[in-house]
């Protein structure tokens, strides 16, 4: 079973009961699952592919949150960076773990553009809003996460599920030439 099926399950079976909370601000798992959705689907259509790692670089937040979800239900692999993780080493971070996409906060990403560092792997930069800031790094697809969940009501559905639904132990037998990892024997 995948992680995000947990939340599409339970957004099934008790969609009013609590998700989250984060200081104010509640979610239901509906609510939750919906807003996942939505960006899970704009992820996809920045280019995100099934397989590719996209960076969360968030404070613990409902956007991170909505992002590790949104990126799983994307298929591709999630990257957190702590939040305190300075440009250089987040370039740095970025370019060895070919990073195609980060979501951050708005203020990270001008500190990011600031440093004018080297990215040519990172294709798409998506920021939370931070007293109105509206970043743009040069070559980079630049989009605002609230615009990303403002998507139509055809977006609340989940994606078509693009990742492998297999355990890594099943992984191992795919890999090799016999089926088995080296060592490993009577195993059916």
Known sequence: ?????????????TPQKTALVCGQRR???????????????????????????VAVHLDNSV??????FAVLKAGAAVMMVNPATKPPK???LLNHAR???????????MAL???????????????TP????????PGKHCVAF????????????PPVKRAVDLDLAALLFTSGSSGRPKGVQGLH
């Open 113 to 127: 553009q600031a440093a004018g560092l080297e990215l040519p792997v990172l294709r798409t930069v998506i920021y």
């Open 27 to 53: 979610l239901t798992y509906a609510q939750l699952e919906r807003l996942c959705n939505r960006l899970a689907h704009g992820l996809i259509g920045a280019g995100v592919e099934r397989g590719d790692r």
């Open 63 to 68: 956007e991170a949150v909505i992002s590790i």
């Open 90 to 92: 987040l370039a740095y």
């Open 99 to 109: 990073a195609h996409t980060v979501i951050l906060s708005a203020r990270k990403a």
């Open 146 to 157: 609230d615009y990303l969940l403002e998507q139509e009501a055809a977006h609340d559905r």
């Open 130 to 137: 931070t007293a109105k800031l509206t970043p743009s790094i």
């Open 1 to 13: 079973m995948q992680i995000e099926s947990f939340l599409e399950d339970a957004a099934q079976g």
